[in-house]
């Protein structure tokens, strides 16, 4: 008896960016199984320790920055619902290169191919962010008003006329 002929298997083509998986660790878990362990631990410990409250502590603080609570730490997300998003599972926080999205702003302008490695996204949801951004800058009044100081003169000062 002969096997059933199979038809070859298309070949599969990879993008040239594709993000790592991600981790979503649900609140409702986290609460459950490591908060009660970390709790525990914090209660027998009761170390009190400093961290920076300003950008200019912070700039002080050495690199891979180990608060990993921080908002502008780009190892984990929280998102709205409380779930935490870990955006790099297969590393730890001290083998990031860039741990801080202050210190990449810093740096000035980067690409979109940058953005997604530093962000562990696709191009898309990179785009998504930027355009969610620009929408909530327009929207104050603050930001309007210096475009529009700007747009008088080149460096940021009216034309006076005599």
Same mark, same amino acid.
């Given at each position: 008896?002969?096997?059933?002929?199979?038809?070859?298997? !298309?070949?599969?083509?990879?993008?040239?960016?594709?993000?790592?998986?991600?981790? %979503?660790? !649900?609140?409702?878990?986290?609460?459950? &199984?490591?908060? $009660?362990?970390?709790?525990?631990?914090?209660?027998?410990?009761? @170390?009190?320790?400093?961290?920076?409250?300003?950008? =200019? =502590?912070?700039?002080?603080?050495?690199?891979?920055?180990?608060? %990993?609570?921080?908002?502008?730490?780009?190892?984990?997300? @929280?998102?709205?619902? /409380?779930?935490?998003?870990?955006?790099? !599972?297969?590393?730890?926080?001290?083998?990031?290169? #860039?741990?801080?999205?202050? +210190?990449?702003?810093?740096?000035?302008?980067?690409?979109?191919?940058? $953005?997604? *490695?530093?962000?562990?996204?696709? &191009? =898309? &949801?990179? &785009?998504?962010?930027?355009? @969610?951004?620009?929408?909530?800058?327009?929207? +104050?009044?603050?930001?309007?008003?210096?475009?529009?100081?700007?747009?008088? /003169? #080149?460096? *940021?000062?009216?034309?006076? #006329?005599?």
């Amino acid at each position: 008896m002969q096997a059933p002929v199979s038809s070859p298997a !298309p070949a599969r083509t990879r993008r040239k960016y594709q993000p790592r998986n991600t981790e %979503v660790v !649900p609140r409702k878990k986290l609460s459950a &199984r490591r908060l $009660t362990v970390l709790a525990s631990e914090r209660d027998a410990q009761q @170390v009190f320790y400093w961290r920076p409250k300003t950008r =200019e =502590e912070c700039s002080n603080v050495p690199r891979p920055c180990p608060y %990993v609570g921080c908002k502008h730490h780009l190892y984990l997300d @929280v998102r709205q619902n /409380g779930n935490i998003r870990l955006n790099f !599972p297969d590393i730890e926080p001290g083998d990031m290169e #860039e741990s801080c999205s202050l +210190d990449v702003a810093d740096q000035g302008a980067h690409s979109l191919d940058a $953005t997604m *490695g530093y962000l562990n996204v696709t &191009r =898309e &949801r990179v &785009r998504q962010i930027e355009r @969610v951004g620009m929408g909530d800058m327009l929207d +104050d009044p603050r930001v309007l008003a210096h475009a529009l100081e700007l747009d008088d /003169g #080149e460096d *940021g000062t009216e034309d006076e #006329e005599d």
